[in-house]
């Protein structure tokens, strides 16, 4: 085995990242307070090519030192948008038939492992605040909710993770529709 350089991985431009075929899948991100997890979760979706993030709320923006700090670029690539309300984006996108499906511990969940999406649909994936989780008001207009499973003592992951989880899962069934 040999560690791969740069060029061998075949990284796209930033110019080329934007021109380039995206999952449908956006993620919104509400009331997420960590700059630090607005940074990974950017990054993330840069390496599964989704189509856009919503930040909403109290979550910052780019630019911002912190963001970028975690971001590494992805701030560049990555298609956002801020939305201050919520309720008003989630109205938006159910106008476009989008599917809104909330990352969170509710009854009536479907396990990670057990979504498949169908071809032809657009979604939307609500990471919620660190401490709070996605607000039930939120929840309550979900399509659906998705929890990932977890074994342990604790039953939470951190958002950066649970979102990079769920987009690698997401992404690749996606990707084999």
């Given amino acids: 085995m040999e560690k791969l350089t740069s060029e061998q991985l075949g990284r796209l431009t930033v110019e080329d990242f934007k021109k380039t075929s995206k999952i449908p899948l956006s993620l919104i991100l509400d009331n997420v307070r960590s700059l630090n997890n ?5 990054r993330s979706a840069d390496a599964f090519l989704i189509q856009k993030i919503y ?3 109290i979550t910052a923006c780019p630019p911002h030192k912190e ?3 975690t971001a590494l670029g992805a ?10 309300d919520i309720f008003e984006l989630l109205e938006r996108l159910q106008q476009t038939h989008t599917e809104i499906i909330a990352l969170e511990q509710v009854t009536g969940a479907t396990l990670l492992q057990d979504f498949f ?3 032809g649909k657009q979604y939307a994936l609500i990471l919620g605040n660190e401490v709070d989780g996605v607000q039930q008001k939120v929840v ?11 074994f342990g003592t ?8 649970s979102a990079g ?7 690749a069934k996606l990707r084999s529709l």
């Fill in 38 to 42: 607005i940074g990974s979760i950017f």
């Fill in 75 to 84: 701030t560049e690539s990555v298609c956002w948008e801020y939305v201050k």
């Fill in 67 to 69: 963001i970028h700090k």
């Fill in 55 to 57: 930040l909403c709320g």
């Fill in 117 to 119: 999406p169908e071809k």
């Fill in 154 to 161: 604790k039953h939470s992951l951190n958002i950066a993770v």
């Fill in 140 to 150: 309550s207009l979900c399509h659906k909710a998705i929890e990932i499973p977890q």
């Fill in 165 to 171: 989880i769920a987009l690698w899962d997401i992404s």
